[in-house]
Nanobody, 131 residues
Framework: QLQLVESGGGLVQPGGSLRISCAASGSTLDYYAIGWFRQAPGKEREGVSCISIRGGSTNYADSVKGRFTISRDNAKSTVYLQMNSLKPEDTAVYYC????????????????????????WGKGTLVTVSS
């Protein structure tokens, strides 16, 4: 059973940077596409970024494009989200999630924005952007 644990959240000033991580255990990440989602108080969960099995394909929500970078290291069973130029509206609990896909799954044509299709979830890490 795949287990995911997020870490690296915290308080950061507007314009600052933060890197959050998603560590997997219980199974190899080699068969899973990974998505980062976030949920702010009173708002619905939304997809932020996703990455293919080998990391060759990524996608980003318009709200974070150009500021966030997703990456993965399958040897370390870890996925990262580098967040730069943070804004107060980025404040949320950030979750990583995994879903098994074929190696040729096209993330560009079919990004993982629908959180209901994801099979495995971490418990989240809180990111607060405030001065």
């Amino acid at each position: 059973q795949l287990q995911l644990v997020e870490s690296g959240g915290g308080l950061v000033q507007p314009g600052g940077s933060l890197r959050i991580s998603c560590a997997a255990s219980g199974s190899t990440l080699d068969y899973y596409a990974i998505g980062w989602f976030r949920q702010a108080p009173g708002k619905e969960r939304e997809g932020v970024s996703c990455i293919s099995i080998r990391g060759g394909s990524t996608n980003y929500a318009d709200s974070v494009k150009g500021r966030f970078t997703i990456s993965r290291d399958n040897a370390k069973s870890t996925v990262y989200l580098q967040m730069n130029s943070l804004k107060p509206e980025d404040t949320a609990v950030y979750y990583c999630a995994a879903v098994p896909v074929s190696p040729d799954y096209n993330l560009v044509a079919h990004p993982l924005w629908d959180w209901t299709v994801m099979d495995y979830w971490g418990k989240g890490t809180l990111v607060t952007v405030s001065s």
